[in-house]
């Protein structure tokens, strides 16, 4: 990849789409264009929420993740990290160790569930915001589609994000080092794939915001493996749950919408959901509305990842699912209180870098030709009805200027101008 772009994890099927504008009017950043009929995405504007893939109609947005079938002979050991969302998608008699065990007979030489992962970051959060001297409130950094809204759409927020590396993420570090050790294997010679309910995950291994490279390799979607694992499931006689495989305990469950904020001590939390409300919130954040409250907790998929676009089950019934799981595997964290305390005083929990905002490309590399574009743009905007219906094949009245200024489209292209006979 070249300097300066940016992977994504979807793409537009151009036989699909028929330019219905739903993906359109569904990008939270004015992504999307319709031009001649056809849905084009701005590259450096898409944050791959999968709002896109939801929306369209026709399945004209396209998902793109890694197969099963994906092997690389440089590997000698092959880990999954399944998403806590995985064990929502199956019914009830169905206990997570089944669904460990299943991974391992479709291609895994080892599982490592990101649970414990999850309940050492909650006790390190707390100790990160007794300690927090900066502004408030702090913002949770696990969905990257919600740290990319804010890298494009809201810079001066970014010092609000818990500046702490994310569960899968210590999970596939964790895992790496202790397989090396135990086999006598080069971490390089590991991979970590992760199961993922969505496609900004994806984008997190191939191109991640905080770090140069990614500890995760691959990333596969639980839409596409599902049916194997299901098939490999079936074949697993039902054993007791009082035990779980390897590094396997099911946690808080963060999967669903408050699973990581309930377990903190501080009352003064938010837990948002959906590109929408999200978006909100980040508004309130920086019109300093909610300077009382300390922490939020913010997914871009409705209701968590459970909500995810690569998932498979209603999201009610994988709520629900997700509330028994965790009532009957939960456990207190308090037991790794000590442990946690001394890793986070090791630096064990802190981003690697620091997040920077995504650059956007102005309007003119001439600075002088840009500000008389601006000028020029906002003239136009003027004169537009302002109702932003989306009809011309842009988001927004102020985008379509836009367009209209970088020589994309003409002033033609307003359909309500052109009906009034402007």
């Known amino acids: 990849m070249v300097a300066g772009e940016y992977y994504h994890a979807h793409e537009v099927n151009i036989e699909l789409c028929d330019g219905h504008m739903k993906c359109m009017r569904a990008c939270p950043t004015e992504a999307i264009r319709v031009r001649n009929g056809k849905a ?6 898409c ?7 939801t929306a369209c109609p026709h399945r004209a947005v396209v998902p793109l993740a890694d197969s099963l079938d994906d092997t690389d002979a440089g590997f000698k050991r092959r880990v999954a990290i399944p998403s806590a969302v995985l064990y929502s998608q199956f019914s009830s008699e169905v206990g997570p160790r089944q669904i460990l065990r299943a991974l391992k007979q479709i291609g895994f030489d080892s599982v490592f569930d990101v649970a414990r992962a999850c309940d050492w970051e909650v006790l390190a959060t707390r100790i990160f915001i007794r300690e927090h001297a900066g502004r408030w409130p ?5 969905c ?3 740290v990319r809204l804010i890298q494009v759409k809201y810079p001066d927020l970014i010092e609000h994000i818990l500046p702490m590396e994310v569960p899968r993420e210590i999970t596939a570090r964790t895992a790496k080092r202790e397989i090396s050790k135990r ?8 991979e970590a794939v992760y199961i993922t309910p969505c496609p900004a995950k994806v984008v ?3 191109q991640p915001a905080e770090k140069r490279t990614s500890w995760l390799d691959k990333a596969i979607a639980i839409s596409d493996i599902y049916g194997p694992l299901r098939s490999a499931v079936a074949a697993i006689e039902q054993e007791p749950e009082d035990e779980f495989f390897e590094d396997a305990t099911y946690g808080p469950g963060w999967s669903s919408l408050g699973g990581m904020t309930s377990l903190l001590e501080t009352d003064r939390w938010l837990a948002v959901s959906g590109m929408g409300d999200v978006t909100k919130t980040l508004d309130d954040i920086e019109n300093s509305r909610l300077r009382n409250i300390e922490f939020i907790e ?4 409705l209701g968590g990842c459970i909500g995810g676009p690569l998932t498979v089950e209603n999201i009610y019934v994988a709520r629900s699912r997700t509330i028994r799981l965790a009532q009957k595997y939960g456990h207190s964290i308090a037991r790794y209180e000590r442990r946690v305390g001394e890793l986070y005083r090791e630096g064990f929990f802190a981003m690697e870098n620091p997040i920077a905002p995504r650059r956007l490309s102005p309007l003119d590399p001439d600075i002088s030709k840009a500000i008389a574009k601006v000028k020029r743009r906002d003239e136009i905007y003027k004169t537009l009805p302002k109702i932003d219906c989306g009809a011309c094949g842009s988001p927004g009245c102020m985008a379509f200027a836009e367009d209209v200024v970088k020589g994309e489209v003409t002033l033609a292209g307003c359909i309500v101008k ?3 006979g402007e």
């Open 298 to 301: 913010a997914s871009a998929c």
């Open 40 to 45: 084009a995405i701005i590259s450096e504007l």
């Open 418 to 420: 052109a009906h009034r």
């Open 204 to 206: 997190s291994i191939r």
């Open 183 to 190: 086999l006598g294997l080069a971490v390089s010679e590991i």
């Open 144 to 146: 990257p589609a919600v």
């Open 138 to 142: 702090l913002i949770s950094g696990f």
């Open 47 to 53: 944050i791959d929420c999968g709002e896109c893939i």
